[in-house]
């Protein structure tokens, strides 16, 4: 069994992902870098370094997942940390003009099929990857579960009338609503074990998913998720924050 703690980042092959992963090698766990293109996170782990493996993982995907989960087991042993990090904004396909994919944001006029899209890896798929590392998890002597949230799908926030912001909550936004409420699920099922489970915003960060307008960098956007992922046994758990402090749901 592997000595040192594992941690599995979903999506970590690119953005945040990448970050959050590179951070916890330079705390000196071992990091599996999930990614849906094996070669990609391959890639990504050999920049990182000699802690870091690629992992392939769809997480829309129950073979990918059950494989991936066997893997950890037969090849390390143990996992101490999941970051439920893999996201997308969008159900936009290859060639679509941007109003176009606005319409696949509004719920008022998104698709059903392109709502399921964005819900099945922001929601369902962090259920599912969660679920199927449990076991896992329950053996580890201080677990942690990061989901990476998102300030703009906190419902209080959008609620109110002065929220300039709310006219954009649509497909993508109510989804890391309803990642928020999966994983304060966990959170409250899980209060009685060692596990702690949290929700770091990163921030507006300049990643794909927003075609690089966010402010923030990668680096920044990880920094909350690290520490989450990090905690000590005197940590919170059931929490939603950024780097300052808490955030309304
Ligand atoms: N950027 C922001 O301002 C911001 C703000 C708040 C929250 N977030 C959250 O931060 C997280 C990371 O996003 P990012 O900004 O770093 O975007 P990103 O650069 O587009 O990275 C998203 C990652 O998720 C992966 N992914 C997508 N679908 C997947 C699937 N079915 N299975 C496994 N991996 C999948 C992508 O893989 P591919 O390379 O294969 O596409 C990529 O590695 C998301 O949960 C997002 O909602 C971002």
């Given at each position: 069994m592997e000595s040192k703690r594992v941690a599995l980042v979903t999506g970590a092959n690119k953005g945040i992902g990448l970050a959050i992963a590179q951070g916890l090698a330079a705390n000196g766990l071992v990091v599996l870098v999930g990614s849906r293109v094996l070669e990609k996170g391959v890639k990504a782990a050999s920049g990182i370094g000699p802690l870091a493996h690629g992992i392939q993982l769809d997480v829309t995907d129950g073979a990918s997942i059950t494989a991936a989960v066997d893997r950890i087991r037969s090849g390390f042993?143990?996992?101490?940390?999941?970051?439920?990090?893999?996201?997308?904004?969008h159900a936009g396909r290859p060639g679509m003009t941007f109003p176009e994919i606005m319409k696949t944001n509004a719920l008022t006029s998104a698709p059903l099929e392109d709502i399921r899209t964005v819900w099945d890896t922001n929601v369902f798929g962090l259920i599912a990857v969660t679920q199927a590392v449990l076991p896992l998890l329950r053996e580890a002597p201080a677990a942690r579960i990061v989901t990476i949230g998102s300030s703009g799908g906190s419902l209080g926030w959008n609620s109110a009338p002065s929220n300039e912001h709310r006219r954009m909550y649509g497909n993508y936004s109510s989804s890391k609503s309803?990642?928020?409420?999966?994983t304060l699920a966990f959170a409250f099922s899980l209060e009685d074990t060692r596990i702690k489970v949290n929700i770091a915003c990163p921030g507006h960060t300049a990643t794909a998913l927003n075609n690089f307008s966010g402010a923030r960098t990668v680096g920044q956007g990880a920094r909350r998720a690290i520490e989450l992922a990090l905690l000590d046994d005197d940590g919170p758990t059931g929490t939603f924050s950024d780097e300052a402090g808490p955030i309304v749901w």
């Open positions: 042993g143990r996992l101490d940390v999941l970051v439920n990090n893999a996201g997308i904004s309803a990642a928020h409420a999966a």
